[in-house]
């Protein structure tokens, strides 16, 4: 009893350090978790508007600064975040090349967007989207 009665605080203290020390581990651990895609991505690249085309085919245009070409090519898996609709993981159909010789844009097939309508230069997105190569 004596013992408790010496040490009884400290031993207190100390169980309270290392909950709160445990408690703030985790929390990182769950912050570092929302940057797993960024961090495991090959490229990350601002979404700059979308073209929503006929059927489910759609034209991402990649923000400023635009990459070079051959970034990314036909055939590669981006993920896309933060764009409504055209959010996901999609294979890239067709790239597009701007006037500067930049990756322009790429073109995806993104269903359940097909019975959305016809629309040109789609701004809702923009500088929030985000564009993964995975």
Not at 41 to 55: E, H, K, S, V
Not at 62 to 87: F, K, L, T, Y
Not at 120 to 134: A, D, E, F, R
């Amino acid at each position: 009893m004596n013992f408790l009665k010496k040490y009884g605080v400290w031993i207190l203290i100390t169980i309270v350090l290392l909950v709160l020390i445990v408690v703030m581990m985790r929390k990182k651990k769950q912050s570092g978790q929302d940057r797993t895609r960024e961090q495991g991505a090959r490229g990350t690249w601002g979404l700059g508007y979308i073209d929503n085309r006929a059927g489910t085919t759609a034209a991402i245009a990649i923000g400023s600064p635009r990459p070079q070409m051959g970034m990314i090519n036909v055939g590669d898996m981006v993920a896309i975040e933060d764009a409504g609709p055209w959010s996901g993981t999609f294979s890239v159909n067709k790239v597009w090349q701007d006037a500067n010789g930049n990756l322009g844009a790429i073109y995806i097939e993104a269903p359940g967007t097909e019975n959305m309508p016809v629309n040109n230069n789609i701004q809702t997105y923009s500088n929030t989207g985000k564009i993964y190569l995975i």
